[in-house]
T-cell receptor, first 112, second 114 residues
Framework: DTEVTQTPKHLVMGMTNKKSLKCEQH?????MYWYKQKAKKPPELMFV???????INESVPSRFSPECPNSSLLNLHLHALQPEDSALYLC???????????FGQGTRLTVV | AQSVTQPDIHITVSEGASLELRCNYS??????LFWYVQSPGQGLQLLLK??????LVQGIKGFEAEFKRSQSSFNLRKPSVHWSDAAEYFC????????????FGTGTRLKVLA
């Protein structure tokens, strides 16, 4: 299994809502990532987890809250988002070494 | 600071023509380099990677890339482009600062003419 699975594929939420994005991998990878990608732009790193511990937070606003409950799962909790947070949110995983990152298909988030 | 530059924002080629997408990096140590492809609204798929050794690396879908340390480049090539190759292509470098962080170039959008 070389897949990273993200759910949901699409999400529309209001600015007062609370929602969560989920990511799952069963490749035994111990590094997991959240990226945000706006249209026609490259992915921007948000968070990195290594061995289930947050190792990088790229100064992301607190309305985004990551969680890594175990080595296979990564969540991104969303609360009080703004319309400019609308984007494709990509999850990725890799070995804890310089190997390639495997990406999920992303969640297309629209904040209304 | 580490960075990746893709000088061409858009490239248009005819089907069957050859292709070269440029990538330049700025990184003090030996870089770990990747090319990813992204179709609209989709995730990123790895085409190929360079860690060390042979500077000409082969990837999936008939793509290859050559690492040139003297030019700080890692250009992607394909001898004959297919219409299905139309997509966004990202070059990336991994940097290590306690953990592993991928830095992406700004991307090159490839259009293929029938």
């Amino acid at each position: 299994d070389t897949e990273v699975t993200q759910t949901p594929k699409h999400l529309v939420m209001g600015m007062t809502n609370k929602k969560s994005l989920k990511c799952e991998q069963h490749m035994g990878h111990r590094a997991m990532y959240w990226y945000k990608q706006k249209a026609k732009k490259p992915p921007e790193l948000m968070f990195v987890y290594s061995y289930e511990k947050l190792s990088i937070n790229e100064s992301v606003p607190s309305r985004f809250s990551p969680e890594c409950p175990n080595s296979s799962l990564l969540n991104l909790h969303l609360h009080a988002l703004q319309p400019e947070d609308s984007a494709l949110y990509l999850c990725a995983s890799s070995q804890i070494s310089n190997t390639e990152a495997f990406f999920g298909q992303g969640t297309r988030l629209t904040v209304v | 600071a580490q960075s990746v530059t893709q000088p061409d924002i858009h490239i248009t080629v005819s089907e069957g023509a050859s292709l070269e997408l440029r990538c330049n990096y700025s990184y003090g140590a030996t870089p770990y380099l990747f090319w990813y492809v992204q179709s609209p609204g989709q995730g990123l798929q790895l085409l190929l990677k360079y860690f060390s050794g042979d500077t000409l690396v082969q990837g999936i879908k008939g793509f290859e890339a050559e690492f040139k340390r003297s030019q700080s480049s890692f250009n992607l090539r394909k001898p004959s482009v297919h219409w299905s190759d139309a997509a966004e292509y990202f070059c990336a470098v991994v940097v290590t600062s306690g953990t592993y962080k991928y830095i992406f170039g700004t991307g090159t959008r490839l259009k293929v003419l029938a």
